[in-house]
C-alpha cells in the first residue's frame, strides 16, 4: 500500500512549459494542415472596427473558430452573413492565448447554388420589409430624356446595342459610367456609379441625366451576383434620378430589379422604354395638326352659317333710324314755337312782382306812413318816442333802398334772359336767313319748291324775300326769261 503513495519514476521525460507546448501543438497542427477546404455553416459574426471578421465555421455536431484578415474581407465577393453555408479555403492554426485552434480563411464562397438562392431571398424579405419594393415609390419615366445615363461595361456588346436601339428610335445625349459588371468590384463599382450620377448638378458643365440605365449582358447567377448586392439595391432605392434595371435576360432575376423603377428584360428593351419613336410622334403630330386644321374649319363654317343667319333676321340700319329721324324732325318743327311760348310764360309771370316793386308805390307809401307818424308825434311829444321814428325811418330808408335794388336785379335777370330767348329765336328762325339775301319759293298751294321740276310744272310761284312777297308766272319760259332779264344774283339768292 505504501508504494501507491510514492512518487514514480519521472526518467528522462522532459518538462515543457505552457508556451512550449502551445508553440509544438501549433507546428505540428500548421505542419500537417497548412492549407485546407472546410465545408459550413456560418455563425456568430464579430465584425470590428479594424476591418477584421471573427465568425464559427459550424456543422450538426463541431464549431471552429475563423478569421478573416482586413485585406482578404476586402476582396471577397461575397460577404459573410450569418446562417448562409459556405466553402472556406485555408490554413489551420491554433491560438495560445485561449487555447483553441482555427483557420485563416484566404477564399470564401458560397456551397452551391441553394445558399446563394437562400441568401438572396433573405435580403429580398429585409427590403420588402422596410417598404423598398412598394410600387407607390417608383417613379414615372420621363417621356423624352434630355441626358441619359448608362452604368454598364464600356467594352461589351450591351452598351453597342444601348446605343444603337436609342439612334435607330430617337437619338439622345449619352453619358456612359463605366463599371465592372460582375466580381468583387462590380456592386461598389455601381454603388459610385448610381451616386456620381445624381451628385451632378442641372445645368453644370457635366449634365444630370434625365434617366439611368443600368444594364449587362446574361450570365449565371455567379455572375450576376454583384448586381443581388444589398448596396446596389439600396443605392438605386434612394437614386434622384427614375432608374431602368437591364441587368441579364429575360429569364434573369436580380435584386436591382425590384428597387428599380422600371425592369427591363433585356438591355435593347431598356433602350426602348427609354425614347419613344421618333417617327412615330412626328406621325402623330401630322395627324394631330391635320384634325386641328379640320376643326378649325367646320369651327369658322359653322360659326359663318350662325352670323349669316343672324344677318337676315336683324333689320336694316335704314330701318332703325326711320323712327328716330322722323321724332326729330317734328321736335324740330315744334322747337321755335315752344321757345316763343316759354318766353311767353315767363314775360307773364315776372309782370307780377315787377308791377308790386315799383319804387313810386313804395314812396307813397313811405309817405303815408311818415305823415300818420307826424301825426301821432304832435300828439304825444315825447322825444323818445322821436327818437325812435327818427330812427325808424332811417332803417326804413335803407330797408327801402336795399329792396329797390333787389327788386332791379330781380327784373333785370329774366329781362336778359328773354332777351337770349329772343336773340335764339331770330337766328333759328328763317326770316333771318331771308335776311341775308336768300328767298322762298311757293307754289300755288302755298307749297315751298326745292326743285327746278316743280318751278318748271308750277303755274305761279310766289316768291318770299325778306321785306315781302312777290308773285310770278311759272313754266319753263317763264323761268328763263326771268334769268336772262334778272341782274346777277346776289351772293346767297336763289336767283
Not at 433573405?122 to 420621363?142: I, M, V
Not at 425614347?275 to 391635320?290: C, H, K, W
Request: proline fraction near 6%; hydrophobic fraction near 40%; charge should be positive.
Amino acid at each position: 500500500m505504501s508504494d501507491l503513495f510514492e512518487p514514480a519514476e519521472t526518467g528522462n521525460t522532459p518538462e515543457f512549459t505552457v508556451s512550449e507546448l502551445s508553440g509544438a501543438v501549433k507546428k505540428v497542427i500548421e505542419g500537417e494542415f497548412s492549407f485546407v477546404r472546410v465545408r459550413g455553416e456560418l455563425g456568430r459574426i464579430s465584425l470590428p472596427k479594424s476591418g477584421h471578421v471573427y465568425l464559427d465555421l459550424k456543422d450538426d455536431s463541431a464549431v471552429m473558430s475563423g478569421i478573416i484578415w482586413r485585406g482578404v474581407a476586402q476582396r471577397l465577393e461575397v460577404q459573410p452573413e450569418e446562417g448562409m453555408e459556405v466553402i472556406v479555403t485555408g490554413r489551420l492554426t491554433t491560438y495560445p492565448g485561449q487555447s483553441r485552434y482555427q483557420i485563416i480563411i484566404e477564399d470564401m464562397r458560397p456551397a452551391g447554388l441553394g445558399a446563394l438562392m437562400a441568401m438572396l431571398e433573405k435580403r429580398k424579405a429585409l427590403l420588402q420589409a422596410e417598404g423598398l419594393f412598394d410600387p407607390s415609390r417608383k417613379r414615372p419615366l420621363p417621356f423624352l430624356p434630355e441626358v441619359i445615363g448608362v452604368i454598364t461595361s464600356p467594352t461589351g456588346a450591351v452598351i453597342r446595342d444601348i446605343l444603337h436601339r436609342l439612334r435607330d428610335r430617337f437619338p439622345r445625349k449619352v453619358l456612359i459610367w463605366p463599371v465592372a459588371v460582375q466580381g468583387q468590384n462590380c456592386a461598389p463599382e455601381v454603388v459610385r456609379a448610381i451616386e456620381g450620377f445624381n451628385r451632378l448638378r442641372p445645368g453644370g458643365a457635366l449634365p444630370r441625366p434625365d434617366l439611368l440605365i443600368v444594364a449587362r449582358g446574361g450570365g449565371s447567377v455567379e455572375d450576376l451576383w454583384g448586381f443581388n448586392e444589398e448596396s446596389v439595391a439600396r443605392a438605386a432605392a434612394a437614386s434622384a434620378i427614375p432608374l431602368i434595371s437591364a441587368v441579364g435576360h429575360e429569364t434573369d432575376t436580380t435584386l436591382i430589379d425590384f428597387v428599380s423603377d422600371r425592369r427591363a428584360p433585356t438591355p435593347t428593351a431598356a433602350a426602348e422604354m427609354a425614347v419613344p419613336v421618333r417617327m412615330d410622334l412626328l406621325a402623330r403630330v401630322a395627324e394631330a395638326q391635320s384634325r386641328l386644321t379640320r376643326a378649325q374649319g367646320q369651327r369658322l363654317e359653322v360659326r359663318g352659317q350662325r352670323l349669316r343667319d343672324l344677318v337676315r333676321v336683324m333689320p336694316r340700319a335704314e330701318t332703325l333710324l326711320e323712327g328716330p329721324r322722323q321724332r326729330l324732325d317734328l321736335l324740330a318743327d315744334r322747337l321755335p314755337q315752344a321757345l316763343i311760348r316759354g318766353v311767353d310764360r315767363r314775360r307773364l309771370a315776372l309782370s307780377g312782382p315787377a308791377g308790386a316793386l315799383r319804387p313810386g308805390l313804395l314812396t307813397r307809401l313811405l309817405a303815408l306812413r311818415g305823415e300818420a307818424l307826424g301825426r301821432r308825434a304832435d300828439r304825444l311829444s315825447l322825444r323818445p318816442i322821436q327818437r325812435d321814428l327818427t330812427q325808424g325811418r332811417a332803417r326804413l330808408e335803407v330797408l327801402a333802398e336795399r329792396l329797390a335794388e333787389a327788386g332791379a336785379r330781380r327784373i333785370a335777370m329774366p329781362r336778359d334772359r328773354l332777351a337770349g330767348l329772343e336773340r335764339l329765336l331770330q337766328t333759328l328762325s328763317y326770316k333771318g336767313t331771308l335776311a341775308r339775301g336768300y328767298a322762298v319759293v311757293r307754289g300755288e298751294d302755298g307749297q315751298v319748291l326745292t326743285r327746278q321740276a316743280e318751278a318748271q310744272a308750277a303755274a305761279v310761284l310766289e316768291i318770299e324775300f325778306a321785306d315781302g312777297r312777290v308773285k310770278a308766272g311759272g313754266g319753263t319760259v317763264g323761268v328763263k326769261s326771268a334769268r336772262r332779264s334778272a341782274k346777277p344774283p346776289e351772293q346767297g339768292s336763289l336767283f
